[in-house]
């Protein structure tokens, strides 16, 4: 069934989770808060364009939006959750939107999301990420690629990436180049608005820039288990990352 290939794979697809009308009230809702001025709004390029938005979910806060909250507690996204972490007991953890701008918008290194969270003071590797495409996503403009079954790997010993406007910690080539000789190849998560996909907190996966004229825009709600909240840490992340 899929949470055995959720197991065994790091990641599953559901073609038209959201309808074309769910999708256009969120992408309302993407335009209205790419306006807003905040340490959750993240601009890269000379021309400022939105990379990342965050916090989308919660009631309060700059870039706080009802349409996400309810998107991220709708039943079908929480049951494939659940079902994903093999617990009913979830909490959001995380939300934002990628706002891959055409043409400027930058690449994400090959990198586990684990890695970070874990220096935030979550202890196991119990998450998992739900990621809603809110226009189509395709190898031309810069769609996510995962690495099969790579989860398996466990967290790996990770570099620190700043090469682009959101610096973060990214797999090491050399252990990329080992892990693709090893693992079945990358597979392109493309689709149309409102497809979704969740993939293991330690799945490696990556995207490229986006080469084409149309932005590529995905949010991501990120689940942990209420027994895996992070435990006090000294200098965590804000805690909308
Ligand atoms: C991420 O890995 O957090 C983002 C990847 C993407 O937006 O393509
Ligand atoms: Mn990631």
Redesign the pocket.
Known sequence: DQVAQYDEQGYLVFPDLFSSEEVDVLRSEVDRISKVNSPMVVREGKDSAVKIMFRLHEADGDTASPAFGAACRTSRVLRIAQQCLHDDEIYMHHCKV?M?AAIEGSA?PW?Q?FHSWHLDGITKPNMTTMTVMLTEASEFN?C?YVLPSSHKVGRTDPRWDDSTAYKLWAARPHDMKRFMGHFPKPVAIAGGPGTAAIFHCNLL?A?GHNLSPDDRW?V?FSFNQCKNRPTEVENPRPDYV
Do not use: E, T
Request: hydrophobic content about 25%; proline content about 0%; overall charge neutral.
């Open positions: 990628n891959k994400w990198h999301d810069g996510m996966h995207s995905q991501f």
